[in-house]
């Protein structure tokens, strides 16, 4: 049985840091790209970041570059987004998502295929 499970947000304040996981089982991530998304109360779920299965690409939407980075563990079947220097509008509940896929990432989540639940990020002010 295939899961994504996010774990690592929470309430924090404007400036602070989360690391956020997604512990996958039931496939092997190492064949896998990985995306993060987000979905704020009343809007899309919009691409956040994604890594390739390898590693050697990543990609980042503009609103976060420079503060989020993605990276992944794929022989303890985990990726990670480290967020630093968090924005009230970071504020949203964080997806992680996952595609067989050897070539590339990608940030536009028809691509993907597996998906987590979920885990709630806010950021006050």
């Known amino acids: 049985q295939v899961q994504l499970v996010e774990s690592g947000g929470g309430l924090v304040r404007s400036g602070d840091s989360l690391r956020l996981s997604c512990a996958v089982s039931?496939?092997?991530?190492?064949?896998?790209?990985i995306g993060w998304f987000r979905q704020a109360p009343g809007k899309e779920r919009e691409g956040v970041s994604c890594?390739?299965?390898?590693?050697?690409?990543?990609g980042y939407a503009d609103s976060v570059k420079g503060r989020f980075t993605i990276s992944r563990d794929n022989a303890k079947n985990t990726a990670y987004l480290q967020m630093n220097s968090l924005k009230p509008e970071d504020t949203a509940v964080y997806h992680c998502?996952?595609?067989?896929?050897?070539?590339?990432?990608?940030?536009?989540?028809?691509?993907?295929?597996?998906w987590g639940q979920g885990t709630q990020v806010t950021v006050s002010s």
């Open positions: 890594i390739s299965s390898s590693s050697d690409s990543t």
């Open positions: 998502a996952a595609i067989q896929d050897m070539r590339g990432c990608y940030l536009r989540r028809s691509e993907y295929y597996y």
């Open positions: 039931g496939f092997t991530l190492g064949y896998y790209a």
